[in-house]
């Protein structure tokens, strides 16, 4: 039995119709993963929206080195908004990210074991749980990136720690490395460039876009020669290099980094809470728990 729940959530995730959505859970035994890609096959719908599995609370943020060459990106969750805008939580994010910075912590482990650089004598873990007693919510530090770089690295934070970017540049100045950080934060590319995108993860795309087409009505060997055409578009969409520039759509980002002389290393775009489920609480329930 598929529960009205999960096709709810494909429908959130798709912008399927309720009934395929159902339809496809039934035949993939309520597999998420699985129903995408057949709707996707089916041409009823596109990639799977992040935006759908978003939900956590809290904050992402980041920090430079002085010198502009050592650069970290965290993320760090809290149970409600509210306390995401509290400054003593705001404080201790940017804390968390000056530490990744200047102490190179292997994981989140090695970091809560570290001595904390604003707090002498205690770990970051220690400082944590003084946080969570004092503010009353669970936090957790959830994951960091940490660029060092010969020429610069830059961020940018969007929505007041919703979107962080951090980006390495080999070549360049702070004035296009903002702008790719901007076309980040904006576009979502998942990979720098082609060479970057897993063979999986392209052959996935190759197979799901060929069905898509033989269930045009095209024959297979027609289907092959669509797909190179529609697997450019597949590249536009996920490669930074490749993507259409925010600022100036008739050139692509390769075009910028080439007229200004600049290269991207690699990059970081963190979005508060993303790929965490959410508890979905039901207001009506707790006022009556209370009540009772």
Do not use: W
């Not at 799977?48 to 002085?66: F, M, Q, T």
């Not at 705001?90 to 990744?100: D, H, R």
């Not at 720690?161 to 070549?171: F, P, T």
């Amino acid at each position: 039995m598929i529960s009205a729940s999960l096709v709810k959530e494909l429908r959130e995730k798709t912008g399927a119709g309720m009934m395929d959505c159902k339809k496809v859970l039934t035949e993939t035994d309520g597999d998420m993963d699985k129903a995408i890609d057949l709707l996707r096959e089916r041409g009823i719908a596109k990639a799977a929206k992040k935006s759908g599995r978003v939900a956590a609370e809290g904050l992402v943020d980041a920090y430079i080195s002085e010198d502009g060459k050592v650069g970290a990106v965290v993320e760090v969750n809290s149970e409600t908004d509210f306390v995401a805008k509290n400054e003593e939580f705001k404080e201790f994010v940017a804390s968390v990210a000056k530490q990744v910075v200047e102490k190179n912590p292997k994981d989140v482990e090695d970091l809560l074991a570290q001595e904390s650089i604003d707090n002498p004598g205690k770990t970051v873990k220690e400082v944590l749980v003084e946080k969570i007693a004092k503010i009353g919510e669970n936090l957790t530090i959830r994951r960091f990136k940490r660029f060092q770089s010969d020429c610069l690295v830059e961020k940018y934070i969007h929505g007041e720690g919703k979107i962080a970017v951090l980006v390495n540049m080999s070549k360049g100045d702070k004035d296009v490395a903002k702008d790719v950080c901007m076309q980040i934060a904006a576009a979502r590319p998942e990979f720098l460039d082609e060479a970057s995108v897993p063979e999986d993860r392209l052959a996935k795309e190759k197979e799901i876009l060929k069905i898509q087409t033989m269930n045009e009505g095209k024959p297979e060997a027609i289907a092959e020669k669509i797909v190179q055409g529609r697997i450019r578009k597949f590249f536009e969409e996920v490669c930074l290099v490749d993507q259409p520039f925010v600022k100036n759509p008739d050139i692509k980002v390769s075009q910028l980094l080439k007229e200004k002389n600049a290269e991207v290393v690699e990059f970081a775009r963190f979005e508060k809470g993303e790929g965490i489920e959410k508890k979905e609480e039901n207001f009506a329930e707790e006022v009556m728990k209370q009540l009772k």
